[in-house]
């Protein structure tokens, strides 16, 4: 079975950096297009950034410049840098697959 969990969520303040990571299992993240998506109280879940089997990757018009989405395939794991974080970035982030599975989110929240 196919598991995603995420880590590496916290309470930062503005302009600091966190990094999330997710670890696969039961699939091969660079044989997978892969991403995150973040969804705040009141609001829908938005794709932040994917990744695609060839290494291109995309990203939300908000996070361009601040975010950067990566893998690494020998721990089968898949990052998002999240650098210069606004309050606006905060929200529970899920790692996702193509074939739509989901990770159970972490919490990010940015505040002073």
């Known amino acids: 079975q196919v598991q995603l969990v995420e880590s590496g969520g916290g309470l930062v303040q503005p302009g600091e950096s966190l990094r999330l990571s997710c670890a696969a299992s039961g699939t091969i993240v660079n044989r997978s297009t892969m991403g995150w998506y973040r969804q705040a109280p009141g609001t829908e879940r938005e794709l932040v950034a994917t990744?695609?089997?060839?290494?291109?990757?995309t990203y939300a018009d908000s996070v361009k410049g601040r975010f950067t989405i990566s893998r690494d395939n020998a721990k089968n794991t898949v990052y998002l840098q999240m650098n210069n974080l606004k309050p606006d970035d905060t929200a529970v982030y899920y790692c996702?697959?193509?074939?739509?599975?989901w990770g159970q989110g972490t919490q990010v929240t940015v505040s002073s």
């Open positions: 996702w697959k193509a074939g739509n599975y």
């Open positions: 990744i695609h089997v060839s290494g291109i990757t």
